[in-house]
């Protein structure tokens, strides 16, 4: 009898290779706990109320400007209001935006695009301001957009940029596809010929 494993489905080796690459952004956050910790305690919370204070807010920016704010005597007012727009900066980004791209006229697409924010190809009815807004203001789907790209039959993926984090994410979840990181004009130059001589 022949079972198929489900695409979503738990897998500890997959697990533990995330927690795994998940060290260098843990180690980081460690620092910012560390300044946080030292700000809660000159405000006056106790250890409990320090981990309250990060479990509940959903950016250390605002807790900071809370910490801030409280060591200066502000009211519950004040606090609330500037924690609120720490948290909704994003938001507000998405606003901006908006604005930006309302007059701009996107043509149509010759060469298929997908969104991280949907997993696939825009609809006719889709609209590219909306959709950059949104790729702002919502998650992002990084894993359903990597296997339509592997429906596609796309078979070379290049990741422009600084580090390579996505091709390591490329190979993890599509392992026959070749992704190579480039950060320099240069790179980009030297890859390119390489995979038009490797045709």
């Known amino acids: 009898m022949e079972t198929t494993q489900k695409p979503y489905a738990f897998s500890r080796k997959v697990f533990c290779e995330g927690m795994r690459d998940g060290v260098p952004i843990a180690l980081g956050y460690f620092a910012v706990s560390f300044s946080l910790g030292i700000a809660a305690r000159k405000a006056g919370f106790t250890p409990f109320q320090g981990f309250l204070v990060s479990l509940l807010n959903n950016a250390s920016a605002g807790e900071y400007a809370a910490f801030a704010l409280i060591m ?70 990084m894993e359903d957009t990597l296997r339509r790209l592997g429906e596609l039959g796309v078979d070379h993926i290049l990741e422009v940029g600084p580090g390579s984090a996505l091709s390591g994410f490329v190979k993890k979840t599509l392992p026959g596809v070749v992704c190579t990181a480039v950060e320099t004009p240069e790179q980009l130059d030297a890859v390119l010929t390489a995979w038009k001589d490797a045709e």
């Open 72 to 141: 200066a005597n502000a009211t519950y007012f004040e606090v609330a209001v500037i924690t609120l727009i720490a948290n909704a900066r994003y938001l507000l980004m998405s606003c901006a935006l908006a604005q930006r791209f309302a007059g701009e006229n996107f043509g149509t697409m010759e060469t298929p695009v997908l969104f991280n924010c949907l997993g696939h190809e825009k609809a006719e009815t889709d609209s590219i301001p909306q959709l950059l807004v949104k790729q702002v203001q919502s998650s992002v789907y």
